[in-house]
């Protein structure tokens, strides 16, 4: 999926070194969220809107074990979050944290919706 730029990034963008600086700051930016999300044990697409109704949608469709894997994950992160701790750095290290299981199927979901519409 191809992301769309806002105005002003569009110009920001044009002016010279700002994409090599942009693309800097968005690898330290995804370092440090990387490195959050294993103290707790989360997944990237964890933290996605439950609210967004194709997102809901897409949890639902889910297989029941990626689902539970799911929950169990969230209610680990709460349990290590209200004890003001953090993962053990061996389990830290075995997080993927960048899979994209729900990411994935929700642009399947979307990209049949577009199907459907265009027909």
């Not at 044990?41 to 949608?57: A, H, I, Q, S």
């Not at 074990?65 to 929950?71: D, M, S």
């Not at 994935?104 to 027909?119: I, T, W």
């Amino acid at each position: 999926m191809a992301q769309q730029l806002g105005p002003v990034a569009s110009v920001l963008l044009k002016i010279p070194g700002m994409t090599a600086l942009a693309r800097r700051a968005a690898a330290s930016y995804q370092a440090a969220v990387g490195n959050e999300l294993r103290k707790y044990g989360l997944r990237y697409d964890d933290l996605l809107n439950e609210y967004d109704p194709e997102v809901r949608k897409t949890i639902r469709t889910m297989p029941p074990e990626e689902a539970e894997l799911r929950a169990k994950r969230l209610t680990r992160a709460i349990d290590v979050d209200l004890k003001k701790t953090q993962l053990p750095d061996p389990i830290q290290a075995k997080q993927d944290i960048w899979n994209p299981y729900i990411r994935s199927r929700l642009g399947a979901l979307k990209q049949s919706q577009l199907e459907r519409q265009s027909e």
